[in-house]
């Protein structure tokens, strides 16, 4: 197996969710929770960095703008493929923010280009999607792969739009043309269905097999070089006023869960994907 790190943010995951080494940061996670400044952005990466493993476990998709630091570490050119029930393409401030990740993973020189799936999201669709990198996009750098079950048939027009009967061979397509490219794999949690997961966010459609599949069909045509899992739920804590007023403007209002029953329902999702994300 690939060398792995649980990286311990917020006690999203229990102690020994994972045969792996666990790396204690709780002291940073109210600080880069839901966005940050760029500074702390970069002292964190400088005093963590070189600790980091190729596949990495994390907390609540309140982080996932940590991704970009995880990308940053490659090397040769790559793919980035996001499974998340958001887009994650604002373009709005602030500049590090779970939010808008995509944006910073896209300003590395060896990102050839991100393909996000599973997408459930209003910002995907008008009037949200004014505030996405619609640039990005329009060039082929981006691509966004939202669900269009149920939408309107002018929306079901969307570049990008899958569906659940046939998303499975729009995903072959899509692994098909890589050709063997290097690959980097990010999975929020959210993206999965109510039930298979317990995260801070919104809910997608994918089962926990649909992303498990995804997985291993990337693995048998693409050279995965890192990945991470994110997603989680874990109890907010934030460092900062302003940071807790954007995030609890931003965040949807949901039931707060019974913290062990999570852990149950997400364990039992990481320990069908994480094997097969690090193979």
């Not at 991704?67 to 490659?74: G, H």
């Not at 459609?205 to 693995?219: E, N, P, Q």
């Not at 707060?256 to 990481?270: F, G, K, M, R, T």
Request: hydrophobic share 40%; aromatic share 12%; glycine share 8%.
């Amino acid at each position: 197996m690939a060398p792995a790190l649980h990286l311990d943010l917020d006690r999203a995951w229990p102690a020994g969710a994972l045969s792996i080494e666990t790396l204690d940061v709780t002291s940073w996670g109210p600080h880069l929770r839901f966005s940050a400044p760029p500074r702390l952005i970069e002292k964190f990466y400088r005093e963590r960095g070189e600790r980091l493993a190729p596949f990495l476990l994390y907390g609540s998709g309140d982080f996932h703008h940590l991704s970009a630091l995880w990308i940053r570490r490659a090397s040769e050119p790559l793919v980035v493929v996001s499974f998340d029930n958001h887009p994650d393409w604002d373009v709005r401030p602030p500049r590090w923010c779970c939010g808008s990740w995509v944006n910073r993973a896209l300003e590395l020189p060896h990102v050839q280009k991100v393909s996000v799936w599973g997408c459930g999201n209003f910002e995907c669709w008008w009037p949200g999607q004014a505030f996405g990198n619609r640039r990005a996009e329009r060039a082929g750098k981006l691509e966004l792969h939202a669900w269009a079950d149920g939408q309107s048939p002018r929306r079901q027009r969307r570049r990008g739009v899958i569906f659940a009967a046939t998303w499975r061979e729009e995903f072959a397509r899509f692994v098909a043309e890589l050709r063997g490219a290097n690959v980097y794999i990010t999975v929020d949690l959210d993206c999965l269905r109510s039930g298979d997961a317990v995260t801070n966010w919104e809910n997608g459609k994918f089962s926990i097999d649909d992303v498990a599949w995804a997985l291993g069909t990337l693995r048998g045509a693409a050279r995965v070089i890192g990945g991470d899992i994110c997603g989680a739920y874990s109890a907010p804590a934030y460092a900062r006023r302003k940071q807790r007023l954007l995030s609890e403007m931003d965040h949807p209002k949901l039931p707060i869960p019974d913290q062990d029953v999570a852990w149950e329902i997400n364990h039992a999702a990481l320990c069908e994907l994480w094997p097969v994300l690090t193979d």
